[in-house]
């Protein structure tokens, strides 16, 4: 009985009345501080003072929904190259040979009937997903050409659209609707914020190492050559900016110089004192930015829980501050960097950060003891106290990055799940840096397609007292996450993000599951073997979104098929370079 109300409420999004939920908030929260004098009990005190933070953090946080909702994605944030349209209109009609218009259009009408979407609301939608735009907007260019296409799509599909405009139906336009928030509470934060110390001290005891590049965290874990072989500990006051790995095995806080021992592997090199370390060989890409120079500080446990407050509140600088657990060591940068030791680079989903891929990074790290492992964390699409969401570009511009910072100019790339659309941006703008690529659940893959939209931002979760219910719950308060609403409805324009066939690398591995909910896999698999794509898949019959983390069988296949394609990756970057 009391399913359907609650269903109804979480469809709403925190639309109206933000001003007056602030000052309830603040007012309540000035009650419970003041209700504290006036109770005797210790018991009572600490429950109403937690209380009243509680409410002062309810009302930042719904100053800045409000903030953050006001800001809407306007045609010079998603302008497209009239060429590229071109080339994307071009690869929508090809589509034809997978789905039906009638599917397509329904399900991004929010699933109303074919035959109830007129000519005007298809050309609503098109001058939406084009040009961001009303059509009483567009420019008389524009129009005509959308105009155009809408004809071009009737012919494809072989359809009319009835003339006219049906006003009781709408698309789903989540860039330009209120941010679909829910707020949790202060107490689920700092659960989440343990659960991610805890992730941190396991990533450290494999080996791991902590770094900052442009605001955002990544873990190194060196080669198992370098780590074992680098034995003897360097001089007090090494820490200079001098490139020197990390050991785990003299209590993970001693610098190590490269030993000349290790002629044939990847040695480490100084860089000189107050500078940053030069490269011995050189290497493309977009040069070293000022943020790339700045080696870590030491944090004291002091500084640990300011910045831990400072976090609380929404500090910008508490996101952008070096906060790392080795930081009184020089950043480890490779000599001699070839195809066949350039690094594994992984980009996490949304979720809970690293936790619950653990188990497939310690695989990872076993599967490759040769070659170093680099993890980057995506702290606004993980539930953690952070003040601000990156684009896709950024994360994409700050991988390269990471890369030349530590002597890099390739890396073999696996990402899973929101990963993926970081992947898509280094294909699209530093394929020059891609050896191999790994994609699982690709959600960067038929974007277009209205699932992934539906049924992660729009759909309301099943009220089922199962696992099945409770992973769609999980997944609804991940969706409904203040930065991961402003990551996908915000920051997400979705020709850029969406990763087209003929875009992929090669080599390339997909791996998708059939029950996925959020990747239409069916698709994307018939797409492939149409157009008899060269790329590898590997398809699980049973598996949804994510379900590889849950079958170690399954991710044992998974590693074998990466070795695969990173060998691979490094024998065809090696002939390129020897051409």
Not at 504 to 531: G, H, M, N, T, Y
Not at 540 to 565: A, C, D, E, N
Request: contains cysteine.
């Amino acid at each position: 009985m009391l399913l359907g109300p609650v269903r109804r409420l979480l469809q709403r999004p925190l639309d109206a009345g933000v001003g007056g939920e602030v000052a309830a908030a603040v007012v309540a929260g000035a009650a419970g501080v003041l209700s504290i004098y006036g109770c005797s009990s210790a018991w009572t005190q600490g429950l109403l003072g937690w209380l009243a933070v509680e409410a002062v953090f309810y009302g930042v946080q719904c100053w800045r929904y409000r903030q953050t909702s006001n800001i809407l994605i306007t045609e010079a944030d998603a302008a497209i190259d009239p060429d590229f349209q071109g080339v994307v209109e071009r690869r929508m009609l090809e589509l034809g040979c997978i789905f039906g218009i009638q599917d397509f259009l329904s399900g991004w009408f929010h699933g109303v009937p074919f035959d109830q979407i007129w000519r005007g609301n298809v050309l609503d939608f098109i001058a939406y997903g084009f040009y961001c735009k009303r059509v009483e907007d567009l420019t008389p260019e524009q129009l005509e050409r959308s105009e155009v296409y809408m004809e071009e799509i009737e012919r494809k599909f072989g359809v009319s659209f009835p003339p006219g405009r049906n006003t009781s139906i709408s698309f789903m336009a989540h860039l330009w609707e209120p941010l679909r928030w829910i707020h949790k509470p202060l107490a689920v934060f700092l659960g989440a914020e343990a659960m991610c110390v805890a992730t941190d001290a396991l990533l450290y005891a494999q080996g791991f190492r902590s770094y900052r590049q442009q605001g955002m965290r990544y873990w190194v874990l060196q080669p198992l050559v370098v780590r074992k072989g680098l034995a003897a500990p360097a001089p007090s006051g090494s820490g200079n900016g001098s490139g020197a790995a990390s050991s785990r095995s003299s209590g993970g806080g001693t610098s190590y110089s490269g030993s000349p021992a290790l002629s044939g592997s990847p040695l480490l090199s100084p860089g000189g004192t107050g500078s940053p370390p030069e490269l011995s060989s050189p290497r493309t890409g977009p040069p070293l930015t000022k943020g790339m120079a700045r080696r870590p500080v030491a944090a004291s446990p002091v500084a640990r829980v300011a910045h831990l407050l400072r976090r609380l509140v929404g500090s910008r600088k508490a996101d952008l501050e070096v906060w790392d657990s080795v930081s009184s060591l020089p950043i480890p940068r490779l000599n001699n960097a070839t195809p066949d030791n350039c690094p594994i680079f992984f980009i996490h989903g949304v979720g809970f950060g690293l936790t619950p891929y653990l188990h497939f990074v310690a695989e990872l790290t076993r599967a490759f003891p040769t070659r170093p492992i680099i993890l980057l964390e995506a702290r606004h699409v993980s539930v953690c106290l952070s003040w601000r969401a990156f684009s896709t570009d950024a994360m994409a511009d700050t991988a390269v990055e990471i890369l030349q910072r530590h002597g890099f100019s390739q890396a073999a790339f696996v990402g899973h799940s929101y990963g993926t659309f970081v992947l898509s941006r280094v294909i699209q703008q530093h394929r020059h840096t891609v050896q191999s690529m790994v994609l699982m659940d690709p959600v960067c893959m038929l974007t277009i397609y209205p699932q992934l939209l539906q049924n992660f931002v729009y759909k309301p979760p099943r009220m089922k007292f199962n696992v099945i219910g409770l992973v769609d719950s999980l997944r609804f308060v991940f969706s409904r996450d203040l930065l991961v609403a402003e990551s996908f409805c915000r920051k997400f324009v979705w020709h850029r993000e969406c990763l087209w066939p003929e875009e992929l690398p090669e080599p390339c591995l997909l791996v998708l599951a059939a029950e996925d909910d959020l990747v239409p896999s069916k698709l994307l698999r018939q797409l492939l073997q149409s157009i008899n794509h060269p790329c590898e898949v590997m398809y699980h019959p049973t598996l949804g979104h994510g379900g590889f983390l849950l079958s170690h069988k399954w991710r044992r296949q998974i590693l074998s098929q990466i070795k695969v394609m990173v060998a691979s990756g490094a024998e065809m970057s090696t002939k390129r370079e020897s051409h």
